[in-house]
């Protein structure tokens, strides 16, 4: 197995002149996540109840966060892993059930690539990586993205437009409305409150319904 951490380009400054809250920048955030940015408050370790790791009976037992002060962007032809913004934007935010499963899958998903792969595989520590543990590349992110929407069959939208959705499901899911901003990262209450005005509809909430039981198996 190989170490790649200082494989590629790493700095603790942000990048200038841009808004991280651009569509690369959340695409960058996104790619940029590693493991040790999750807080799993032993979800991770066998639970005493039933002996299972990431137990789905008792994963609302823990207070489960991640915390998003990384982003991964190539300039000037090298992938840099660098810091985000300011130390305010880096406070853990609460991940809700809809959120951690998937997790769950993908941590299962690489350890089964990891072996896969052997001596092949660079343990860079990152969520999503290549099938040998590298990191994505943001150009290929952009036609994976492209091309599961396809595969949906749901209307295409931007990465930008997935957090205008994601505060949409967020309203669905009757979660607080604070929590809500700290999952968005919306610097005002009011922003989020203009959210929280829609009015949610009972089939939403049902679909949801089925979306997080079809998770959960």
């Not at 991640?66 to 609460?94: F, M, N, Y």
């Not at 660079?122 to 590349?137: A, S």
């Amino acid at each position: 197995m190989r170490s790649t951490t200082s494989g590629w380009g790493c700095t603790s400054r942000p990048s200038q002149g841009r808004s991280p809250r651009t569509s690369p920048g959340w695409r960058g955030e996104i790619l940029g996540l590693t493991w040790d940015h999750i807080e799993w408050d032993g979800w991770d370790k066998p639970c005493t109840p039933h002996g299972e790791d990431f137990c789905e009976h008792c994963r609302d037992n823990h207070d489960i966060s991640l915390v998003i002060d990384k982003q991964l962007q190539r300039v000037r032809g090298r992938l840099l892993h660098r810091a985000t913004k300011t130390e305010e934007s880096d406070a853990p935010l609460p991940l809700p059930a809809i959120c951690v499963t998937p997790l769950r899958h993908r941590y299962r998903q690489q350890e089964a690539a990891k072996e896969k792969a052997g001596e092949a595989w660079h343990d860079t520590g990152m969520i999503f990586t290549t099938r040998y543990g590298l990191p994505v590349e943001p150009r290929n992110f952009n036609r994976s993205y492209d091309s599961r929407i396809a595969r949906a069959g749901v209307p295409k939208i931007t990465v930008h437009d997935a957090r205008r959705t994601c505060g949409s499901l967020l309203v669905d899911l009757d979660v607080h409305p604070r929590i809500a901003m700290a999952i968005l990262k919306h610097t005002d209450l009011s922003i989020t409150m203009e959210i929280y005005s829609q009015i949610s509809s009972k089939a939403t909430r049902e679909a949801l319904r089925k979306l997080g039981e079809s998770l959960d198996q």
